[in-house]
Each structure stands twice: as structure tokens, then as C-alpha cells.
């Protein structure tokens, strides 16, 4: 009884293993300069929106060595984060399914990203490519493109009739020479569109200040210089405006730069430089603060502290000179009187 438990138990994983769907992505996507945009610890949490997609099939087209497929689409929404297709596969294969974006089908790829042939399930599976964010341009054609070197088959299941456009922003495309020309499988009356589906999210800037300005000791009417930095935290390849709002009325306050436009997640973080010329006060302790703000939303801001401390003059003690000199006066009366 012992023993048929123990074969029981090492079938059941096998069992699971063959019905359960199995969708697995490489970690590491590559970009066309193979940068990583930022590093994912640091990555706000984000909600994938459907963007553009076409998921009727009635037929699916062969993707193997030297012939390729591309489904051309237009954007609505940027960045484009990941894009799924729907592959049958059912060999088994080793070498890898290559997904890639295109602003033009002979120039290279924008971004790519291979799975191997064991990380595609057998059967019909939707498989999802999730590569590095990219910016697009809203309304813009791009292409999809899939690739193999295997002399087997991966199958891209797309949508075909004479009756109307399965998608309208877009077609199927074939190369037979490996990419080096193209023909659109769409005639006058006659459209093909590959299953496909792209992501994006809402972009949205984070702004993030760092920094104190302080300074002990200053002459009154003196001249200092400090800095903070000023950028941008929020969701990968989002936007920020900003500008100094406000600061304090003590001194003359001059800042380099005093905005800027379009700072993203994956810039260096802006140095401001401040020059401030300080109140002629004497002895003064001032303190103070200077306001950033996200031009696009007020509500998200930075502050930075400051504090100046001016030295008190030293006066001169006019009355001290005036004693040595009635000390002196004195002495040569005296001394006068010793020569009479």
C-alpha cells in the first residue's frame, strides 16, 4: 500500500504538469542598445491597460527558419509595455520565438525578446512578451515581428475573410528571405490579421527633491551658494515640468535652473544651484524653505529647508583711544612740571 502511495504521488506532478496551461517569460528582455530603462525595485507599481489587440482567428500562418510574420498596429496610448500573441505549438522545439517592434520592417528592431522553445507550452496558448517599456508615438504605424531559426514550425493564429477588416489600424506582413523584403497579405478585397494584444498604463511623474541650504557665519549683505536636486520618480518614461514656486523673502535669491521640462525616471536627477545675497542684518538667525512644484499637478510638491545665520559686528570703542590719549596728556603735564 506504502509503495502504490509513492507511485501515486510522483504521477500526480506529471498529470498537473500536462493539463495546467504554463506561461513563462524571460527575465531579462532585451533593448535594442541592450540599457535596462531602470532597475525594477525602483519601479512604481503600475495597472496594464488594453491597448490595441485583434483576437478572432480562423487559420494561423508558419513561422520558421528565413519566414517571417509582422502585424502592423497604431498605438493609442504610450509606453508600450508588453505585447501577447496567440501560438500554437506542437513539436517540440528548442530554438527560441523572437517577438520584436519596428518603426519600419527593414530597419532594426526598437526592442526584441526571445523565448525559448521550452518556455512555450504545447497546444494554443496565448504567450505574453513582457520587454523593456518603450515610448511610442500615438497614431503612429509600428510592426510586430515574429521570428525563429527552427526548421519546425511555431503557429501564429490570425483572422482571414473577405467580408470586412478584422483590424483596422493595421494588416499581417510576410518576408520568405528572412526580413530582407516584405508583402502584405492584404488585397482590395481580401484582410488577414494576426491575434495579437498590446499594453501600456497610465503615465504618471513623481516628483522628488533632496537636499538642505544652510549657512553659519555669513558677513551681513555677503554672498552664498548651495544646491539640492530635483527629479523624477514616478512610472517608467513618464514626464515631469516643474519649476520653483516659491521661497523666502530674506536675501536676494537667484536659482540655475529654475525649471524644467520634461524630466523622466531614467534621466540623472537635475542640480539646482542657489545663490542667495544675504540681508544686511546683523546677528540675524533666519530660516526659511523653498517650494517645488509639479507644474502639471500643484498638489505634488518638494520642500527644501533653509536657514542663514549672520555674524554680529564688532564695534570699534572709540572711548578707549580717547582714555589712552587723556593718559597721555596727563603724563607730559607731569613731565612738564619736572622740568620746571
Known amino acids: 500500500m506504502v509503495i ?40 512604481p507599481t503600475v495597472e496594464y491597460i488594453l491597448d490595441q489587440h485583434q483576437e478572432l482567428h480562423n487559420g494561423e500562418v508558419a513561422i520558421h527558419q528565413n519566414v517571417l510574420f ?55 496558448f496565448w504567450v505574453e512578451f513582457d520587454f523593456n517599456d518603450i515610448e511610442v508615438e500615438i497614431d503612429k504605424t509600428y510592426y510586430l515581428v515574429v521570428r525563429s531559426t527552427s526548421s519546425q514550425s511555431y503557429w501564429w493564429l490570425r483572422q482571414s475573410n473577405n467580408t470586412g477588416d478584422p483590424y483596422k489600424r493595421g494588416q499581417t ?73 516659491t521661497w523666502s523673502s530674506w536675501g536676494t535669491w537667484t536659482f540655475s535652473p529654475s525649471s524644467g521640462q520634461n524630466l523622466k525616471p531614467e534621466d540623472n536627477p537635475t542640480r539646482v544651484l542657489v545663490s542667495i545675497t544675504s540681508p544686511n542684518i546683523t546677528n540675524a538667525n533666519l530660516t526659511g524653505m523653498v517650494k517645488i512644484i509639479n507644474i502639471n499637478d500643484e498638489s505634488d510638491f518638494c520642500i527644501i529647508e533653509a536657514s542663514l545665520n549672520t555674524t554680529k559686528i564688532k564695534e570699534k570703542n572709540y572711548f578707549q583711544y580717547c582714555k589712552h590719549f587723556e593718559y597721555f596728556i596727563k603724563w607730559i603735564r607731569e613731565f612738564e612740571k619736572f622740568l620746571i
Open 4 to 43: 502504490k502511495k509513492m507511485g501515486l504521488i510522483k504521477i500526480l506532478p506529471v498529470i498537473f504538469f500536462l493539463v495546467t496551461p504554463i506561461n513563462i517569460i524571460i527575465t531579462e528582455p532585451i533593448s535594442a542598445d541592450d540599457n535596462k530603462l531602470q532597475d525594477v525595485s525602483t519601479i
Open 70 to 124: 509582422a502585424q502592423s498596429f497604431q498605438p493609442s496610448m504610450t509606453p508600450l509595455t508588453k505585447v501577447l500573441i496567440k501560438i500554437k505549438k506542437i513539436l517540440i522545439i528548442n530554438e527560441p520565438l523572437i517577438v520584436s517592434i519596428r518603426k519600419n520592417l527593414t530597419e532594426k528592431d526598437i526592442v526584441f525578446l526571445p523565448l525559448l522553445g521550452s518556455q512555450i507550452p504545447f497546444n494554443t
Open 173 to 245: 506582413w510576410q518576408s520568405v528571405d528572412n526580413g530582407i523584403h516584405w508583402d502584405s497579405l492584404n488585397d482590395d478585397h481580401f484582410f488577414v490579421d494576426c491575434t495579437f494584444q498590446t499594453y501600456s498604463y497610465i503615465s504618471q511623474p513623481d516628483l522628488y527633491c533632496e537636499g538642505t541650504l544652510s549657512w553659519t557665519n555669513i558677513t551681513p549683505g555677503g554672498s552664498v551658494v548651495g544646491q539640492f536636486t530635483v527629479e523624477n520618480i514616478g512610472t517608467p518614461l513618464s514626464h515631469l515640468d516643474w519649476k520653483i514656486d
